[in-house]
């Protein structure tokens, strides 16, 4: 019967074990893609002004202060390099991780990369303009999800996967 490693763990690789390293390709894919859709958004939008683009979605360009949901939006300033900060510290841990994970558990090394990209684009977008740039605004009648990015979009798949390979644990 295999041996089942926990959720997060912490061990250092064998000798000769590939590490999960690799995958940072896609962390610098979605950190690219996302601030190519952000200064496309900041130049093809105006502020606050949607663009219908199907009956429950609309671009609109948004600025975030704080952090998901606009939390801390108007905190007077500080929440910037907190949240900055935080999510290097964050970002810095799940590389750890990614770094002691084999080659071979593939949803874990794809989903950890996500979220790595996802937050490096928004760090970015933080230390840069003091916000987040946000675009997609999806909604029904009334009711509208807070606006995001493809980084927040990175960053929500990828621990949706981490839940999922958590749950089931199939590598």
Do not use: C
């Not at 999806?138 to 749950?167: C, E, K, R, T």
């Amino acid at each position: 019967m295999p041996d089942k490693q926990p959720f997060f763990q912490w061990r250092a690789l064998k000798k000769g074990e590939a590490s999960a390293l690799i995958w940072l390709w896609l962390s610098l894919l979605v950190v690219g893609l996302d601030q190519v859709t952000k200064i496309w958004a900041s130049a093809a939008l105006e502020f606050n002004q949607p663009v219908n683009v199907l009956p429950f979605f609309d671009l609109r360009l948004l600025h975030n202060a704080g952090a998901a949901w606009s939390i801390l939006a108007n905190a007077g300033g500080w929440q910037r390099w907190f949240l900055s900060g935080l999510a290097i510290i964050v970002t810095g841990v799940i590389i750890v991780w990614l770094s002691r994970i084999k080659r071979q558990q593939y949803w874990l090394g794809f989903a950890l990369a996500l979220v790595i990209g996802g937050a490096l684009g928004n760090v970015i977008d933080r230390l840069m303009y003091g916000y987040v740039i946000d675009f997609i605004d999806i909604y029904y009648q009334g009711w509208h999800w807070p606006a995001f990015n493809i980084a927040d979009s990175a960053i929500s798949m990828g621990v949706v996967i981490l839940l999922i390979d958590a749950i089931f644990n199939n590598d």
